[in-house]
T-cell receptor
Framework: QQQVKQSPQSLIVQKGGISIINCAYE??????FPWYQQFPGKGPALLIA?????SEKKEGRFTISFNKSAKQFSLHIMDSQPGDSATYFC????????????FGEGTQLTVNP | NAGVTQTPKFRVLKTGQSMTLLCAQD?????MYWYRQDPGMGLRLIHY???????AKGEVPDGYNVSRLKKQNFLLGLESAAPSQTSVYFC????????????FGEGSWLTVV
């Protein structure tokens, strides 16, 4: 079963707009929630991550919002740029599991110029 | 700065043939992983290793075998390929010193006809 559900499957945003991708998890033992960015023909690369002791983490134009009670977290991309066009994966793990990540299904983001 | 290197990058197999995917990392990481990526399903863990000489099953291990004879190498074998194993395969590695950041290779595209 899919323990991490991600939506939407695809997203089209205009340049300068805000991109929002949502994820929900089931396993309350998860305590580390990263987002990975993947460009065509490349492997995923870590973008930003959060632990449940904070409700928000910001790095440049990228922000993770975390709602522990709802078991949901989301990625916000402010001032979206064409170079942000990629596939984004949310993931979750229990930190003592040796980084065995459970991934969401992925969101293909297209930012139009 | 190689990081995680996978070979081959592309391969076409006939049903029933066998093959081995090779993963090599030069970061002295303890943990190594094999994931498969399929449209709409995100990345799913096939097998992983927490150290030289050790391997364990992930979420979708059936039809695959692995070996970790050297710390820097992690091999994924398909003994009798099936069309359902057509996928993009990603190797990854991490270390307890890198937190939960895992580093991916660029992928191996496998088609089974």
């Amino acid at each position: 079963q899919q323990q991490v559900k991600q939506s939407p499957q695809s997203l089209i945003v205009q340049k300068g707009g805000i991109s929002i991708i949502n994820c929900a998890y089931e396993n309350t033992a998860f305590d580390y929630f990263p987002w990975y960015q993947q460009f065509p023909g490349k492997g995923p690369a870590l973008l930003i991550a959060i632990r449940p002791d904070v409700s928000e983490k910001k790095e440049g134009r990228f922000t993770i919002s975390f709602n522990k009670s709802a078991k949901q977290f989301s990625l916000h991309i402010m001032d979206s740029q064409p170079g942000d066009s990629a596939t984004y994966f949310c993931a979750a793990t229990k930190e003592t599991s040796g980084s065995r990540l459970t991934f969401g299904e992925g969101t293909q983001l297209t930012v139009n110029p | 700065n190689a990081g995680v290197t996978q070979t081959p990058k592309f391969r076409v197999l006939k049903t029933g043939q066998s093959m081995t995917l090779l993963c090599a990392q030069d970061m002295n990481h303890e943990y190594m992983y094999w994931y498969r990526q399929d449209p709409g399903m995100g990345l799913r863990l096939i097998h992983y290793s927490v150290g030289e000489g050790t391997t364990a099953k992930g979420e979708v291990p059936d039809g695959y075998n692995v070996s970790r004879l050297k710390k820097q190498n992690f091999l994924l074998g398909l003994e009798s390929a099936a069309p359902s194993q057509t996928s993009v395969y990603f190797c990854a590695s991490s270390s307890w010193t890198s937190g939960n950041t895992i580093y991916f290779g660029e992928g191996s595209w496998l088609t089974v006809v």
